[in-house]
């Protein structure tokens, strides 16, 4: 089965054998009915299995090329879930371009629970080489690509010398999607998803998942799973499913409105530079190329000019909103330096290139000519 007719028929999905309904049923249930104590079908209680829970979570595992997946309430849920595997003191190396709140709940664990989190670029692999010999982490963690700045890191090279003192990899794909990126089949352990993105993509579910490569690992983690209890309900389980259902398909959108935004304002004179994969003038294009399916449907822009300049140009948009998250169908815009990234200090974020008229595009799916037409409108003045 080849990767479009996964995610509608992978993972178990199959007409009701009761009714033929198409879809999965919505199993509003907490609990499952015994025939004597401890005799059940399969479930017993919601927080541990839910049968529309159980079929995202395939598809999941299916899509990745895992052993097996777990879903979770959000994607930080997930997150927050594989910690409580770790003990007090454990080493993670983490790449230091991060989603905002995974870095706050490391530092959390920091706090609270004696975690070591440590945090490196990981372009460079022989810095990383050093790094992970000297302190021999038990996780290395990161995301390609990263946030806001699209920067693609090797996932296969990093695995490799990560397995080789022992570590753990965990890549959050939630950027990519299983669609254009298979950390799983290129190395990597564990895979993470905000399926609040694109695998939801609609922007009306918030939601995570964990898949694994290891039977070991994915049994543990669904014994937390359990044991911390952050699951989704049944309703937004459908919902992600429903949006997985056409994940390939928005992709290919996706992507194609990208790449025509990104060459439509790499030479204007408005525009700084262009953050975008799929660019022959990023710098790891080549590295994309190999590694993903296609360059996706995120990308930055820096505009020349400074604030008010920036915050002209957010004004005159029509159809990108101004909004936090992405992933979705529409198409938003932020101003990291002020929304998502605010929580960095400035010298900071600057010396990592997220300046003041940097914005961060979610590119939608509706039609590329109103898209590219709504963006250089804007740009006019
Ligand atoms: C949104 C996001 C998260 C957090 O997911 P939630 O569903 O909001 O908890 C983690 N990683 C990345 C890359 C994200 O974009």
């Known amino acids: 089965m080849r990767f479009d007719t996964k995610a509608i028929h992978g993972g178990g999905q199959e007409p009701d054998p009761q009714t033929g309904s198409v879809n999965v049923p919505v199993y509003f249930t907490s609990t499952y009915a015994q025939s004597a104590p401890g005799v059940t079908k399969g479930y017993e209680y919601s927080r541990t299995g839910n049968p529309t829970r159980a079929v995202l979570e395939k598809t999941l595992a299916d899509l990745e090329g895992g052993v097996g997946g777990l879903a979770f309430a959000s994607g930080l849920g997930a997150l927050g879930t594989l910690l409580w595997s770790l003990k007090s003191g454990t080493k993670v190396l983490s790449g230091d371009d991060l989603y905002g709140g995974t870095r706050r709940l490391f530092e959390h664990a920091r706090k609270t629970w004696g975690l070591a989190p440590e945090y490196a670029d990981f372009r460079d692999l022989d810095g990383l080489k050093r790094t992970l010999e000297r302190e021999r982490p038990r996780l290395v963690y990161f995301e390609t690509p990263t946030n806001p700045l699209l920067t693609v890191l090797d996932i296969h090279g990093i695995s490799e010398l990560a397995h080789a003192v022992g570590a753990s990899v965990v890549v959050d794909n939630t950027f990519a999607t299983p669609y254009l990126q298979r950390p799983l089949e290129l ?122 300049e920036a915050r002209a140009f957010l004004k005159k948009l029509r159809y990108f909103y101004l909004g936090e998250s992405l992933g979705g169908v529409e198409s938003l815009i932020e101003a990291p330096a002020l929304m998502t990234h605010q929580s960095i200090p400035k010298e900071d974020r600057e010396a990592r290139g997220i300046t003041d008229t940097l914005l961060r595009l979610s590119v939608g799916i509706e039609d590329r000519e109103d898209l590219v037409e709504d963006v250089l409108r804007a740009l006019e003045g």
């Open 187 to 308: 190395g990597a352990d564990i895979v993470l998803h905000s399926t609040t993105k694109y695998l939801g993509g609609h922007s009306d579910v918030v939601g995570g998942a964990l898949v694994f490569r290891s039977p070991e690992t994915y049994e543990e983690a669904k014994w937390l799973q359990n044991a911390a209890g952050a699951v989704p309900g049944p309703m937004d389980c459908y919902l992600v499913l429903r949006g997985i259902h056409s994940l390939g398909a928005r992709m290919r959108v996706h992507t194609e409105n990208a790449l025509t935004i990104a060459r439509a304002l790499e030479n204007h004179p408005k525009v700084r530079r262009v953050l975008y994969p799929g660019l022959p003038s990023h710098p790891q294009h080549a590295l994309a190329a190999r590694q993903m399916k296609g360059p996706g449907g995120m990308l930055s822009v820096e505009l020349t000019g400074g604030m008010d």
